[in-house]
């Protein structure tokens, strides 16, 4: 009998003692996913901005590791033993809740049941429904940067796999963009020995290179073919172009700037890409574009007027104006954020909604505090009316009035290229809670 208190004190006692705190852990987790959810649910910021979970509660058991797994806070928890997405505008679509499943109850879907998103049709090997022709990244939805750079470099070695290869007059590959993805993939075509150019129509490092002086850019470690693993966290917008331009020089990528491709037209086994530049023949082509073809313009009276703009590049050369920023994602956040840090600088940030549902818990945050110093004025529900040059007509809660305005920043998203990936024959599909 001595034997087995013995027993019992070494083994069953931590036991059990290990199985009531795993329970308290998840009653406390359980009792603060309803608050979190009730939290969202009070301004409207129940739609995920792109990618994000739909969880399985049939197959779900309750185990959090998926909530453990989130490298964001609170964007899942757990509910009646059952995970759920509990703040889902936060959710940026990291995907490692998926791979933590141990009963694989998670799926990865884009769109919402009240918010489609338009992507272009692909397989599992990054290929469109035109042999040869590829996208990886921001176009195919993917706009997280260690996932895009993970795709590019994936999407070359389907490429490489495929065994697709050019005459000698011609290339491999040619890569449309060079942002995180369309770099990743050079580095994997340098490495695989493919013939290969990079053509980017603005800028090397993509929508990046636009972002404000200053922008946290959210990575998480990621691999560079020909690099290796670098580790970025809460790092500026600064500091990645900088590291894009030493990794690329290291390199030698071949990548030629500011060449717009026109169009894409099959050529016997392979293509023929045309820029305004020059004509280049390669057997495969792969898309590593935004999603950005043009700027969402507000369609009212005055926007012609040149002070208008549809993005911020440096806040500095506003200071001391009047400037209105329109817009409720990320990107207008951010510009409003970046002028009111500016001597002098007087801005109206505008958003049709009432809520900011589709930019970050941490933008919302700073956006909130900046209001409340009167740093900056928020005018949600509000719409521009009309441009003149020195005033811009708002309708607000409120009413109509006229505001002293001398810049407007329009940052209300791009329009997908449709037209031009439809004109390669590439099909376009709106999903609605889909994979």
Known sequence: MQQLATIGAVYIAPLVGLIALYWIKQKNKSRNAPKVYRQAAEPGLLEPASLHPVIDTVRCVGCATCVGACPEKNVLGISNHTARLISPSSCIGHGACKTACPVQAIELVFGA?????????????????????YIAGELGGMGLIRKAIEQGSQAVAAIAKNGRRGQASSLDLIIVGAGPAGISAAMAAKAANLKYKVLEQDTVGGSIAHYPRGKLVM?????????????????????????WAEAIAKTGLDITAGERVDA?????????????NSTYHSSNVLLTIGRRGSPRKLGVAGEEHSKV???LIESHQYRGKKVMVVGGGDSALEAALSLSEEQGTEVILSYRGSAFSRA?????????AAGKRGQLRVELNSVPLRITPDLVRLKTAAGEEDALNDNIIVCAGGILPTAFLEKTGIEVKTRVGSQ
Do not use: H, W
Request: negative net charge; aromatic residues 10%; glycine residues 10%.
């Open 219 to 243: 990575t998480q470690p990621a691999y560079l073919p020909l690099v290796g693993e670098f580790q970025f966290r809460d790092t500026t917008k600064e500091c990645l172009m900088a590291f």
């Open 309 to 311: 703009v549809y993005r």
């Open 264 to 276: 894409i037209d099959k050529d016997g086994s392979g293509f023929t890409i045309i820029t305004a």
């Open 113 to 133: 049941a009240t918010r489609g998103v338009d992507i272009p049709l692909v397989g599992e090997d990054y290929q469109t429904m035109v042999p040869g022709i």
């Open 360 to 368: 970050g818990v941490k933008n919302r945050e700073r956006v909130e």
